[in-house]
T-cell receptor, first 112, second 113 residues
Framework: NAGVMQNPRHLVRRRGQEARLRCSPM?????VYWYRQLPEEGLKFMVY????????ESGMPKERFSAEFPKEGPSILRIQQVVRGDSAAYFC??????????FGSGTRLTVV | SQQGEEDPQALSIQEGENATMNCSYK?????LQWYRQNSGRGLVHLIL?????REKHSGRLRVTLDTSKKSSSLLITASRAADTASYFC?????????????FGKGTHLIIQP
């Protein structure tokens, strides 16, 4: 039982590049949540997905950010044309829709 | 592991009563955070308390932190039916990787009308 796997652990991108963050949920979990954490702040909800469907994207910025959770493979959070303000830790959590969510270790994105 | 552990795992009280949940952890921390999760929704950040703070208030919420006992409590006063949710504590430990969060398993709070 490998838990929620996020990769990469650290990601450095230059301004204007694209960032792709991956999240493999726990085995048997079909619900995935993405959160962003700025330094010294709490998690901010971004998006909630079930397999192939976006359930709630109320926390996603309107531009440059997108998320998917395909039938096969990990969930992907994509940030296009990154800016310095996108630098943060991005956490993924998964659940089976009933129990407590299990969190990954996060991806630390640094935009230079 | 320095995972936060919430106590109790489940709590059922009458509307209007106060609800107290506790959290314990194992290592030195930078800060401790409380979150709420309603069924089928994502986590909502409630309050953050830093390691050099002892008490913090936000509306009907009161959080205390005792670093000597490595514990925190969340008090919800004058509970309402809408407070029914799971509550999680999360710690950011001071040993490096400072923006990593470790969550406990949560307390499921039920407010009876």
């Amino acid at each position: 039982n490998a838990g929620v796997m996020q990769n990469p652990r650290h990601l450095v991108r230059r301004r204007g590049q694209e960032a792709r963050l991956r999240c493999s949920p726990m085995k048997g979990h079909s619900h995935v949540y993405w959160y962003r954490q700025l330094p010294e702040e709490g998690l901010k909800f971004m998006v909630y997905l079930q397999k192939e469907n976006i359930i709630d994207e109320s926390g996603m910025p309107k531009e440059r950010f997108s998320a998917e959770f395909p039938k096969e493979g990990p969930s992907i959070l994509r940030i296009q044309q990154v800016v310095r303000g996108d630098s943060a830790a991005y956490f993924c959590a998964s659940s089976n829709g009933q129990g407590s969510p299990t969190f990954g270790s996060g991806t630390r994105l640094t935009v230079v | 592991s320095q995972q936060g552990e919430e106590d109790p795992q489940a709590l059922s009280i009458q509307e209007g009563e106060n609800a107290t949940m506790n959290c314990s952890y194992k290592t030195s921390i930078n800060n401790l955070q409380w979150y709420r999760q309603n069924s089928g929704r994502g986590l909502v950040h409630l309050i953050l308390i830093r390691s050099n703070e002892r008490e913090k208030h936000s509306g009907r919420l009161r959080v205390t932190l005792d670093t000597s006992k490595k514990s925190s409590s969340l008090l919800i006063t004058a509970s309402r039916a809408a407070d029914t949710a799971s509550y999680f504590c999360a710690t950011v430990y001071s040993g490096g990787g400072a923006d990593g969060l470790t969550f406990g398993k949560g307390t499921h709070l039920i407010i009876q009308p």
